[in-house]
């Protein structure tokens, strides 16, 4: 899975409809409003690295409402969450 992390700087009074047309998006996972230098901060998630540029350049960069973006690849993730889910599988209720 190859995960990119999208900021986004769009129209202030369309941020919330911006969102949920990005929310709404094949290979987006993840959309979040922020506060700081960008409006939201989109997750895209894919199977194959040719796709990032189909759901970023391809759908997210035309969502009207959207001034500009910058994207971010990741390489690898650090997460205690995701460790701790892993870790945890078939553990449940085994007091």
Do not use: W
Not at 8 to 20: H, M
Not at 26 to 46: C, H, Q
Request: net charge negative; charged share 20%; glycine share 6%.
């Amino acid at each position: 899975m190859i995960t990119s992390i999208v900021m986004i700087s769009c129209e202030t009074d369309l941020i919330p409809e911006v969102a949920q047309t990005l929310a709404d998006l094949p290979g987006v996972s993840e959309v979040y409003s922020t506060a700081g230098n960008v409006d939201l901060i989109a997750i895209v998630r894919v199977h194959e690295f040719e796709e990032i540029a189909e759901v970023i350049a391809g759908r997210i960069s035309k969502v009207p409402g959207i001034v500009d973006t910058e994207t971010h690849i990741a390489f690898r993730a650090y997460s205690r969450h995701d460790l701790d889910a892993a870790f945890s599988i078939g553990l449940e209720g085994t007091d």
